[in-house]
């Protein structure tokens, strides 16, 4: 007998306390999600009470007072920051906690506002936003992000069918996607980062010196450093915490050198970035770098956001999805990154995760830069996997190794 909606909701929270943060015993748990989702974080603190936490706080978000401020705030305003909001992740990252993120977000907030402004906004967030990233990618903490169907999420995704239909329809997609559906979605998942662990387990073995991707539009070499690590599924924090950091996932990843990128890469899916939906866009690299961006739609967006800071026009993660994942399967455009990068294999521009270099959590600034890896103020996924891209890993001596044969694993 199928689920009732109760019950895979039960089962979405469950999930993100027992699969995502992986919390233990003793731990708190800090909750950062929109005023529309108090039905889904109440349950979401009651499981984590029943696994043993000791206090849940949530910090609320709201969409309608970030677009409130774009029009009515004073235009020299926007380097303004309430800095506690950071600071309570940093600190509870200090003290052990878990940090879970229930996102959702109308994919064009701010399509009618000045694009100097997000970008301006954007950076502030970022910088202030860095000593906190800076401890999760050095896995310091238990930390996860899901996602909460919204109203202008939804209508964008179902634009033809009517508003209660697109609320349901997108919650019964995102349970199906992240296996809420099933009586024992705990196993389920089990299985799930079983199979990805083969998958990074196979490339660690290859350490490939550099990747090929083929595709309509993309002609692209990326190249690897030595003793990168591939990681996908379950990560675990520096304490022993096992968690999954994204619900769902598809993926597994690893850093690429920042100074070898060459080639153009096109994206297959739109981005959805600072509230503005970039669009058929491109990007050239040489010697690792973009050197020419192109976009149909918010282009002065996403130049704004290559001009982020030095290391925001070089590449921090090259991640593998095959196109038969379920969230590629489903047909859909979700507009939205944790979806959409879970749908194709994607890079991402800006700061790479420390933890994908042997010794990258114990490196300094400088020696993670000489290894090879990148550094910004930003990390942005941008999807360029399809049913039509062959991606091959080159070996130290100049072979190469198929790894994916039309969207799909080739071992």
Not at 104 to 115: C, F, G
Not at 131 to 157: G, H, T
Not at 211 to 233: K, N, S, V
Not at 234 to 239: A, L, M, P, R, V
């Amino acid at each position: 007998m199928p689920l009732s909606f109760e019950q895979k909701l039960q089962n979405y929270a469950d999930l993100a306390v027992e699969v995502g943060v992986g919390l233990r015993p003793g731990q708190r748990l800090i909750i950062r999600a929109p005023i529309e989702g108090a039905a889904l974080v109440r349950l979401i603190a009651a499981s984590a009470y029943e696994a043993g936490a000791r206090l849940v706080d949530v910090l609320w978000q709201d969409d309608g007072l970030t677009l409130t401020r774009f029009r009515h705030a004073p235009r020299d305003s926007f380097e303004e920051f309430a800095e506690w909001r950071t600071e309570v992740l940093t600190q509870a990252a200090e003290k052990g906690d878990a940090v879970l993120s229930v996102y959702a977000s109308d994919p064009e907030l701010l399509k009618d506002q000045d694009p100097a402004l997000i970008a301006l906004s954007q950076r502030i967030y970022d910088e202030h936003m860095k000593p906190f990233r800076r401890k999760v990618m050095a896995d310091e903490l238990n930390w996860s992000i899901i996602a909460l169907p919204i109203p202008a999420w939804a209508a964008r995704i179902f634009p033809d069918d009517l508003s209660d239909k697109q609320i349901s329809n997108l919650w019964e997609t995102i349970f199906q996607v992240c296996r809420a559906d099933q009586v024992d979605p705990v196993e389920a998942w089990q299985e799930h980062n079983l199979g990805l662990t083969v998958r990074k387990n196979y490339l660690n073995a290859r350490q490939y010196a550099a990747l090929r991707y083929t595709a309509p539009d993309t002609d692209f070499t990326i190249g690897l450093p030595e003793e990168h690590i591939w990681q996908g599924g379950g990560s675990e924090t520096t304490s022993g915490i096992t968690f999954n950091p994204n619900i769902p996932t598809e993926e597994v990843f690893t850093l690429p050198h920042k100074d070898l990128a060459d080639g153009v890469v096109t994206a297959t899916r739109p981005l959805s970035y600072g509230g503005v939906l970039i669009e058929n866009f491109s990007l050239t690299f040489e010697g690792g770098r973009v050197v020419k961006a192109m976009a149909e739609k918010g282009d002065t967006v996403l130049r704004n956001l290559i001009d982020t800071d030095e290391g925001a026009a070089r590449l921090g993660e090259v991640a593998l999805v095959p196109n038969s994942s379920p969230i590629s399967q489903s047909g859909l455009l979700f507009y939205n990154t944790l979806y959409d990068e879970n749908a194709a294999s994607h890079l991402a521009l800006g700061r790479a995760y420390r933890f994908s270099l042997k010794d990258g959590k114990l490196m300094s600034d400088e020696e993670f830069l000489l290894a090879g890896g990148n550094d910004s103020h930003i990390h942005v996924d941008f999807m360029i996997g399809s049913g039509q891209m062959t991606v091959e890993g080159i070996t130290r001596n100049g072979s190469a190794h198929l790894i994916m044969r039309d969207g799909e694993w080739a071992f």
